[in-house]
């Protein structure tokens, strides 16, 4: 299939402007095969981030006619159909366009500096209370308790929710829906000891739970299913029964 596909190119400390190629590609080929058939056949200053290849490392997550996808794991005939699907015309052309609420470096590169400091807020590592004194032995889990793991260790720390969250957008305190799907992951793990402090510093101001606004974008755009609003919504039921136990 003839596409066309509209880039957004920035070059540092400048304006934003779009650039269209005129590609050849089949409806299975993967929006990074896009852009890497551009770069290599049509135009090597164009700048983004890949890797893996494979929708594991995050790097390559980006917005398509304003939607976050991973570039890699979005196909050509996929992108079409989400518009056709949402009643959007689309003459045979897709935008590609940097993450949203992080700076762009050039191009599709945004700096994802932001992201990691809000990812530190809420200390995204187990916590345990007698960390200096622990037993050589591993902490064992039952198969159970590793399933409680499932769903939110699936993150892959893309920034595809980040991109899209309102709460992010009107509140730069607010650390974003990544950050809050990884204080949930703690509070599921039955090697971290620190719940109830975990909880506490969650029921402080809006830079927490309190300042998500229910947009749900972050459930929508999250590529690898962990539903950052429904890790939310669970820290905010824990937060109720710890604060009103009856
Ligand atoms: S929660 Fe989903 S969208 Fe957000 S960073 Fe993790 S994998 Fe990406
Ligand atoms: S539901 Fe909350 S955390 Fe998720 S994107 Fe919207 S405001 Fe952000
Ligand atoms: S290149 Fe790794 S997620 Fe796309």
């Known amino acids: 299939m003839d596409i066309t596909l509209r880039l957004q190119r920035r070059q540092p400390g400048q304006e934003p402007y779009f650039q269209s190629y005129a590609l050849s590609l089949s409806p299975q080929n993967t929006l990074l095969d896009a852009l890497n058939q551009i770069k290599g056949e049509q135009d090597g200053t164009v700048a983004y981030r890949k890797n893996c290849r494979n929708a594991i490392c995050g790097s390559c997550a980006m917005r398509v006619n304003d939607r976050p996808i991973l570039a890699c794991q979005e196909s050509v005939g996929q992108a079409f159909a989400w518009l056709e699907g949402n009643g959007q015309t689309h003459h045979g052309k897709l935008t590609l366009s940097p993450l949203g609420n992080l700076p762009v470096i050039k191009d599709l590169v945004v ?136």
């Open 111 to 246: 700096d994802m500096n932001p992201f990691w400091a809000d990812l530190d807020v809420f200390d995204p590592y187990l916590l345990r209370t007698n960390a200096q004194n622990a037993s050589l032995e591993e902490f064992r889990q039952s198969p159970q308790e590793r399933a409680l793991l499932e769903q939110v260790s699936n993150c892959i720390l893309c920034g595809a929710c980040y991109s899209d969250c309102d709460a992010k957008a009107k509140n730069k305190s607010f650390v974003g829906p990544h950050a809050l799907a990884k204080v949930n992951r703690f509070l599921l793990d039955s090697r971290d000891q620190a719940s109830q402090q975990r909880l506490e510093r969650q029921n402080q101001g809006a830079q927490g739970v309190w300042g998500c606004n229910n947009c749900k974008m972050c459930k929508l755009s999250c590529p690898k299913g962990v539903a950052p609003l429904s890790q939310i919504e669970e820290m905010k039921i824990r937060l109720f029964d710890l604060l009103d136990p009856l």
